[in-house]
């Protein structure tokens, strides 16, 4: 039976895409829409670059013509993302540096600083050139964790201008206000001040070329995370979070905050920490102490991708706090853990560069007294 392009195109009145106030026929989102028996393509075009929007409008078309025109339609949807023109910007990325990807996380104490050291020594072994930059202005913990508490960064001169080098170890380059302030001694700064230092420690380092910048960001969503997108074109966020309830709502925050139109980051994934618990006696036995499976709930509810889970595994702490991140540890489940995970991040990754256009940095403006962000 041959579909009737009048019926699907009424079935498509009844779809908005996020951000845009009309329905997809009435903005000029269905470019066109070819019928083969029971087969349909539609060119889709979309004017917001992010990869939460796509993957909604697409389950959006499918679910609405299975509904109300068939049930046997077979659905192929060709996307095409045409931003509309803006005026040109000052360049804000930085040179030689083709990825940037945020590490964040809703609610502290869920081992994002830990996920982002290991995700970096192993986008190292396979061959890519990486670096951190610390942007837990309040609470640095990477020097630590890579065993350069110590370490005092160079100057170094480039192109005439005076550059901080970052601290290497383990083949990853790292630059953290800890490295500037004592252990015992407490960063008591006001956010602009913190957000002058982040600068900083962005541009005026001598990165050098890299694969992959991960920025270590603090928990929840205040003036670090606005400093952050208005400095930077971030490539994506990949959000951390533990399985229970109370870390699940404020990771739902965080995915908000980077999800909005205002902010328009895409999100990479989510990547579940303290997943289970399994006894070295009982090698088989998986205890779920937090929950079973909470941000992988989490990811199908938001319709964002899943990239793996972390166990409670003794060894990761112990490597943090030897400083020798445990995704290091040859042959042991750990590292085939966090392989796994960091081949699903390079593969997001990937995919968000061939289907969306760069990020652009947001601008931030200040009125009243809050802040009102806007692209």
Known sequence: ??????????????????????????SGAIANIVTFGDEIIIDLILRVPALHIRKRAEDDIKKTILEKVSQNAQIKINVKVETPEKSIAPDKSIPGIKNIIAVASGKGGVGKSTVTANLAVSLAKMGFSVGILDADI??????????????KPLSVQVDGKSKMKPIENYGVQLLSIGFFTSPSQAV??????????????????????????????????????LSIV????ITGVVVVSTPQAVALADAKKGVSMFMSDAINVPVLGIIENMAYFTPEELPNNKYYIFGKEGAKNLAD??????????????????????????????????????????RNVVQEVVSRNENLPATEAVKITTMAGCSAVKK
């Open 1 to 26: 039976m041959k579909l009737d392009r009048k019926e699907i195109l009424k079935a498509l009145e009844t779809i908005t895409i996020a951000g845009e106030g009309k329905n997809m026929v009435e």
């Open 230 to 233: 208005q400095a930077l074109p």
């Open 188 to 225: 008591i700064w006001r956010g602009p001040m913190a957000s002058k230092a982040l600068n900083q420690m962005i541009f005026d380092a001598d990165w050098g070329d890299l694969d992959f910048l991960l920025l270590d960001l603090p928990p929840g969503t205040g003036d670090i995370h």
């Open 138 to 151: 309040y609470g640095p913990s990477m020097p630590i964790m890579f065993d350069v508490a110590n370490a």
């Open 301 to 342: 509810e938001l319709k964002v991708p899943f990239l793996g889970e972390v166990p409670i595994v003794q060894s990761i702490r112990e490597a943090g706090d030897y400083g020798r991140p445990a995704a290091m540890q040859t042959g042991s489940i750990i590292e085939t853990v966090f392989d796994e995970i960091t």
